[in-house]
């Protein structure tokens, strides 16, 4: 093996090491968060037997147990009111699964918003009219402007979102800007990587659900065997603010109601908020249960057509709206820490039908580690 050669092995060996002891930690410390929150709303609380916590091991492959290990299922135990050890624990997925089914060397690439129309001609983004990439400006159509060129086109189709471009997580640092004073501080506030799109008008259907912001789905979808397969989707409806994220809920927990998403696109009867609260009836008063999104099924088909030509892309989550022409508007994609508690709160074990076929190959990834 030549001197570089080896240099480059000792440097990924070191990248993998600090990233799976980042994804071990992070998932210890984001489980024992989700638990507490959890706990606060089920006074009854119930605890795992030990034959429960023998037979997620023994089905996911866990070789020495930790507490954490158990949480999500104790978590749904709980609030679903039945064991399945299909559940799949936070460490299983971010530490085992995610990086084997993705190269996390092309993630950061391809998780930049600047980038998804050119990447997925196919997909209906927001219009976007500025963009900045490495502190360059860039038109709709990657041609070079000025900072002048842009303020100009800023200031002639307000009002716009400005987000970053690169991963900002929870809708931090997304903002509507409406007039000159605003579209002037962008300048000031954002230094490099962001874009400049139009605002999305929803559907009625949406409007209901939360008429100050824009509500999005999230689809999930996976390779297997070669294959996008779509896995679950839910609604996450903000009952905060305009935009994801600036505003903190007066309770903790309580700004997002998730909701399953069936195949029609008929809403479950039953959301829950983040800290695992139910409830049927939003804040604002609607009784969400049976409501039909309009072009469910096109905004699937559209997810796992796109997937096709992203198969080293092993997971993807997909935050899509469907705008007044009930068309679907693909927002962004995930792909670095996408919240897999979101979807098992509100739709079971994440891989579904799918489970076996993942429990055997996590089983195979712990044991090469």
């Given amino acids: 093996m030549s001197p570089y050669s080896f240099g480059i092995n000792l440097y990924n060996w070191f990248e993998t090491f600090a990233h799976d002891s980042f994804r071990r930690k992070y998932a210890r410390i984001y489980s024992t968060g989700q638990l507490n929150a959890a706990k606060r709303n089920y006074p009854n609380w119930k605890t795992l037997t030990k034959e429960q916590k023998n037979e997620i091991a023994a089905y996911w492959g866990i070789k020495?147990?930790?507490?954490?290990?158990?949480?999500?299922?104790?978590?749904?135990?709980?609030?679903?009111?039945?064991?399945?050890?299909?559940?799949?624990?936070?460490?299983?997925?971010?530490?085992?699964?995610?990086?084997?089914?993705?190269?996390?060397?092309?993630?950061?690439?391809?998780?930049?918003?600047?980038?998804?129309?050119?990447?997925?001609?196919?997909?209906?983004?927001?219009?976007?009219?500025?963009?900045?990439?490495?502190?360059?400006?860039?038109?709709?159509?990657?041609?070079?402007i000025s900072k002048e060129?842009?303020?100009?086109?800023?200031?002639?189709?307000?009002?716009?979102?400005?987000?970053?471009s690169l991963i900002s997580g929870e809708g931090k640092n997304i903002r509507l800007i409406a007039n000159e004073k605003e579209a002037n501080e962008i300048f000031l506030q954002y230094s490099k990587d962001y874009l400049l799109q139009e605002v999305v008008i929803q559907c009625d259907e949406l409007k209901k659900m939360s008429p100050r912001c824009v509500n999005t789905f999230r689809v999930i979808t996976a390779m297997v065997n070669g294959k996008p397969e779509n896995l679950t989707s839910h609604l996450l409806c903000n009952t905060t603010d305009v935009i994801a994220g600036n505003t903190a809920p007066a309770v903790p927990g309580e700004g997002v109601v998730l909701i399953?998403?069936?195949?029609?696109?008929?809403?479950?009867?039953?959301?829950?908020?983040?800290?695992?609260?139910?409830?049927?009836?939003?804040?604002?008063?609607?009784?969400?249960?049976?409501?039909?999104?309009?072009?469910?099924?096109?905004?699937?088909?559209?997810?796992?057509?796109?997937?096709?030509?992203?198969?080293?892309?092993?997971?993807?989550?997909?935050?899509?709206?469907?705008?007044?022409?009930?068309?679907?508007?693909?927002?962004?994609?995930?792909?670095?820490?996408?919240?897999?508690y979101h979807t098992q709160l509100t739709n079971g074990p994440l891989f579904g039908q799918y489970s076996d076929y993942f429990a055997e190959i996590a089983k195979r990834l712990i044991k090469q580690k």
């Fill in 64 to 144: 020495n147990p930790a507490k954490s290990d158990f949480i999500t299922h104790e978590i749904m135990l709980n609030v679903k009111g039945a064991f399945d050890v299909r559940y799949v624990p936070e460490k299983i997925f971010r530490v085992f699964l995610d990086p084997a089914f993705g190269d996390r060397k092309l993630l950061p690439a391809w998780s930049d918003k600047n980038y998804f129309d050119r990447f997925q001609p196919i997909l209906h983004f927001p219009h976007t009219y500025v963009r900045n990439v490495n502190g360059y400006f860039l038109d709709r159509d990657y041609n070079p």
């Fill in 149 to 164: 060129d842009a303020k100009r086109i800023i200031l002639e189709h307000l009002p716009l979102i400005i987000k970053p």
């Fill in 260 to 340: 399953k998403v069936d195949e029609t696109g008929r809403l479950s009867d039953t959301g829950y908020y983040e800290n695992a609260k139910q409830l049927q009836t939003l804040p604002s008063g609607l009784t969400f249960g049976g409501l039909q999104i309009p072009s469910f099924k096109e905004v699937v088909n559209l997810a796992l057509e796109a997937h096709k030509s992203m198969p080293m892309l092993g997971f993807i989550g997909w935050d899509i709206t469907i705008d007044e022409n009930n068309k679907p508007v693909f927002i962004e994609w995930n792909l670095l820490g996408f919240e897999i």
